[in-house]
């Protein structure tokens, strides 16, 4: 298994590596300079639309907040209450607005309000790097870099893995949005559909990941009756959900399959305990 090494901390070496070479600060032993000494003085933020109760972005944050004390960088990341581009748009465009708005940014973007402001972000000079989510938005916006993996390539990977369960040429297949308005959400379904073909009837159910009671409901309430051969979780948020609506309705794996994205120890031991069928580790590494 490869070693953790997140994509946040991948965008802060590359704005480190921009720095220094802004800098002029040569990366070569003959001037007998460290860059690593000069990372100090550099201050970046990590604007994203993960949320504190999300095991993945949990994981995220501790790896990158110590990748980024590694590398000697000041380095700030909060995660959001709740799934709101709207308050990261603000909190970018208020980093913009500060009179000493820090070094650089490293953000996500999840829908056009957000990338509407990270352009400005970019029209006022400020060094910016995407990761996770957004990668369509990011080319059009003069960010320096980019660090995911395909959320359309993602969801291909489920719609591979599910036909490796299924033998039967005619499916009914349920997609569970737990984060509607996040277009990799979108660009994840959207892969899963383009593999399993025009034949294959796939649903989709938005459900508020904010709000773990009317979850726990809409999961509960569509998965009556195990009428599907296959669920798909655009994340993990639902995670715990659809476990117990599996349970509550009597399904099982055999008869309906459960799939997911993104990894973390919850998902290992949902998988170890024969309640998951498979996750595609997304963005991960």
């Not at 993996?149 to 599910?162: H, N």
């Not at 904010?210 to 051969?229: E, F, H, W």
Request: hydrophobic content about 40%; proline content about 4%.
């Amino acid at each position: 298994m490869p070693s953790l090494f997140p994509a946040i901390a991948f965008a802060a070496a590359l704005l480190t590596s921009h720095f220094t070479h802004a800098a002029g600060v040569p990366l070569s032993i003959d001037y007998n300079c460290d860059p690593c000494i000069e990372r100090q003085n550099y201050a970046v933020k990590a604007i994203v639309h993960g949320t504190k109760s999300d095991p993945f972005w949990q994981q995220l944050q501790a790896a990158a907040v110590q990748a980024a004390a590694d590398m000697n960088i000041q380095f700030e990341m909060e995660l959001q209450d709740s799934f709101s581009p709207t308050k990261q748009a603000m909190d970018i465009l208020s980093f913009i607005d500060q009179d000493s708005p820090g070094s650089g940014l490293v953000v996500t973007i999840p829908n056009q309000e957000v990338a509407d402001a990270v352009k400005q972000a970019v029209d006022a000079g400020i060094p910016v790097v995407g990761v996770n989510t957004g990668a369509s938005y990011a080319k059009q916006l003069g960010v320096l870099d980019f660090v995911a993996p395909d959320d359309f390539e993602g969801g291909r990977q489920a719609g591979e893995a599910f036909l490796s369960l299924h033998s039967v040429t005619t499916r009914n297949v349920l997609y569970i949005n737990d984060e509607q308005g996040n277009e990799a959400m979108t660009d994840r379904l959207q892969g899963f559909k383009s593999v399993l073909g025009a034949s294959v009837d796939v649903q989709s159910l938005n459900v508020d990941g904010t709000n773990p009671t009317a979850m726990a409901d809409s999961i509960t309430n569509g998965l009556a009756n195990c009428p599907y051969d296959a669920v798909l979780l655009s994340g993990t948020r639902s995670l715990q959900h659809a476990i117990a609506a599996y349970k509550t309705n009597g399904c099982t794996l055999s008869e309906m399959a459960l799939g997911a994205f993104d990894t973390s120890e919850e998902v290992y031991a949902a998988i170890g305990n024969d309640e998951l069928a498979f996750t595609i580790g997304n963005s991960q590494y």
